[in-house]
């Protein structure tokens, strides 16, 4: 792929050649063609104008001709060629003055580094004004012309500086350095966008902490106002944190993330994702009262907790190392999520007589909540006796307040309520027919009061059930003598139920037992 898009780009310069132009290719491409390494992309330049380069490609893009470049699509690959160009400047990123130029000479002088500086001819022999190939066999970043003078002209030339050095493994030489070191004030002229563009880059190269470690030793880190706090602390913990909790480190110390970055939608909510849960766990420090808990764990997930933890520890003296504590807090959890606890949405509403409403996320959220924190086992029986409770705790009142509007169709993203109609008040108070649980058939006509009652005595008979079953068994019965020993208890159990709670008679009289 790479071979073919060279030998396309060595076929447009042939072509410029062939009607008498001047054409190389430039920039990028020759300096890892001679260090044999993937190019990204192929910069060509000629002294051709974008009208005389249009007349041999009608179909060239000529988008920024203004600024003498045009694009061209060739057989799935894209060039850039750019007219040869002479810049003048009165201040920094804006050239007061741009000329077309008939010799490279000119356009090689305003590039930035002479590793970035070569020439490619058609038959690749490669054209060296600025001994930009020395620079590449000694490793280093060399600007071309007085550094002072290039980096004020454009300051983000310093950060494309520390960007090769980052992908590479080059040096910046000592008086490109020193130039640097008296421009470094000027990086604040450069936007938020460019900024984050070149900073993503460095963190994403494979030598992203040596080029930190000369930001640091030039203090350019200490203009780049959402990174100059996180800086010291990513240099030295550089391999233990993932590109985006090396930025999020930076934007937790600078307290803020900058806005127009040139981060993608996914990795920007990751960094947003990853800050609030470093905002919201920073409390937790070695001297605070309110310790770290298995419902931070279950609310995050894993993963994130330990990402936002590292940080907090990291940028926070007085801050402890919980990391050991919350996976073995993760490994030990009952759920891990909503949908396994043991009761869902519908079995609230089904105790509460049917009305469906906000109250039930209320109601599962204290359910999670207290069967994370070991409070209620997650089991069925115990969250319908802890679920009664906390409706009765709630006394009706919120459940009232929250009333949907008529015949809304409950939807609960998080879950697993299946679809509710909501009754209208009148009916809720009135008999109505209710399907008390899922698979009982017939429906019959019940009152509220009916349904709560059944549930109590459900609750009651089962345990009775299961805890004379338990008694009797000796374990060498026939599933014949289990069945008729079951039979003949629940007849007992249900005898004697109804003696001793008379108010369980209405249910006998309406079939419900
Ligand atoms: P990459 O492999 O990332 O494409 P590159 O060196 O080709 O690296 P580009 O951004 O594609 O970088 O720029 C192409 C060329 O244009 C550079 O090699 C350099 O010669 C020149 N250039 C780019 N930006 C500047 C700048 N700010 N000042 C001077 N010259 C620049
Ligand atoms: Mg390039």
Excluded: W
């Amino acid at each position: 792929m790479q071979e073919q898009y060279l030998e396309k780009g060595l076929e447009i310069i042939k072509t410029l050649n062939s009607f008498t132009y001047q054409a190389y290719l430039v920039g990028g491409v020759v300096r890892d063609y001679i260090m044999d390494n993937k190019f990204v992309d192929i910069d060509i330049a000629t002294n051709a104008t974008p009208t005389q380069i249009q007349a041999i490609y009608p179909d060239v893009n000529m988008e920024y001709e203004h600024l003498g470049c045009v694009t061209l699509k060739l057989d799935g690959f894209t060039f850039e060629i750019s007219t040869f160009k002479k810049e003048e400047y009165t201040e920094p990123r804006k050239p007061s003055k741009i000329y077309y130029a008939q010799e490279l000479i000119d356009d090689v002088k305003r590039r930035d580094f002479t590793i970035n500086a070569l020439a490619l001819t058609d038959n690749l022999k490669v054209v060296d004004l600025v001994k930009g190939q020395k620079d590449i066999k000694k490793k280093k970043v060399r600007v071309i012309g007085k550094a002072k003078v290039r980096f004020k002209e454009d300051p983000l030339r310093i950060l494309r500086a520390y960007n090769l050095v980052a992908r590479f493994n080059f040096n910046i030489s000592f008086f490109t350095a020193l130039g640097i070191k008296k421009t470094n004030k000027y990086l604040k002229t450069i936007s938020n966008h460019q900024i984050s563009r070149e900073i993503l880059k460095i963190f994403e190269a494979p030598f992203g902490r040596k080029a930190i470690g000369e930001m640091i030793d030039n203090r350019t880190f200490k203009y780049l106002k959402h990174y100059k706090d996180g800086m010291a602390c990513i240099y030295k913990y550089y391999k233990k944190l993932s590109t985006i909790e090396k930025l999020t480190l930076c934007f937790a110390l600078s307290e803020e993330i900058p806005e127009n970055t040139s981060f993608d939608k996914n990795m920007l909510n990751k960094i947003q994702t990853l800050y609030k849960v470093v905002e919201e766990t920073k409390h937790y420090t070695k001297n605070s009262k309110e310790n770290i808990n298995e419902k931070d764990v279950f609310d995050y997930g894993l993963e994130l907790l330990l990402s936002a933890l590292k940080i907090n520890y990291y940028i926070r003296d007085d801050y402890p190392k919980l990391f050991n504590k919350v996976k073995k807090m993760d490994k030990n959890l009952p759920i891990h999520e909503v949908g396994e606890l043991k009761f869902n949405g519908k079995d609230v509403v089904l105790l509460n007589r049917g009305v469906a409403g906000p109250y039930v996320k209320t109601v599962m959220d204290q359910l999670v909540t207290e069967v994370l924190l070991g409070k209620v086992n997650n089991d069925y029986s115990e969250l319908k006796v802890r679920t009664l409770e906390i409706l009765d705790e709630m006394n009706g009142v919120n459940i009232q307040e929250e009333k949907p509007k008529e015949e809304t169709v409950v939807k609960q993203d998080v879950f697993p309520v299946q679809e509710v109609v909501y009754p209208k008040q009148e009916e809720v108070e009135k008999t109505k027919v209710v399907d008390i649980y899922e698979d009982e058939k017939p429906k019959v006509e019940v009152s509220n009061e009916i349904i709560r009652l059944k549930v109590h005595y459900d609750l009651e008979f089962n345990e009775l059930v299961k805890n004379a079953l338990a008694s009797f068994i000796k374990g060498n019965e026939s599933d014949d003598e289990v069945d008729a020993l079951k039979t003949l208890i629940a007849k007992q159990v249900k005898e004697a139920l109804l003696s001793q709670n008379p108010e369980y008679h209405i249910l006998e009289q309406k079939g419900l037992i």
